[in-house]
């Protein structure tokens, strides 16, 4: 998330985000919120949907929030939050704890 979120957002708030650009223009609100529930709780961040992403604003100033591993699992759950067919991930345990390896590829299983 560290080039394509918003470092002041939280996790939920850069989901919706997604959401609206993302999924099906007649979706419904709900639907979509559903949609958003879910894969947060599939890919172990539905304790941090409050959190801030964090990082660096443009001006350099740095803002606490999600650790790295979480941004990680962040940025992967934008991308299959339409339910693709296929997902490339290049390496996408590098640098996450043993926990959160296992829930990527988990989820990665689990939608396969």
Known sequence: ????????????????????????????????AARVEAVLQEMGLAHATRTLVGGQSPGGLLHRGLSGGERKRLSIATGILAAPSVV???????????????????AEHADS
């Open 1 to 32: 998330m560290d080039s394509r979120g918003p470092s002041r957002l939280g996790g939920l708030q850069v989901m919706h985000f997604y959401a609206g650009i993302i999924l099906p223009r007649g979706w419904s609100k709900a639907r979509r």
């Open 88 to 106: 490339f991930l290049d390496e996408p345990t590098t640098g996450l704890d043993s926990f959160a390896a296992l829930t990527v590829s988990c």
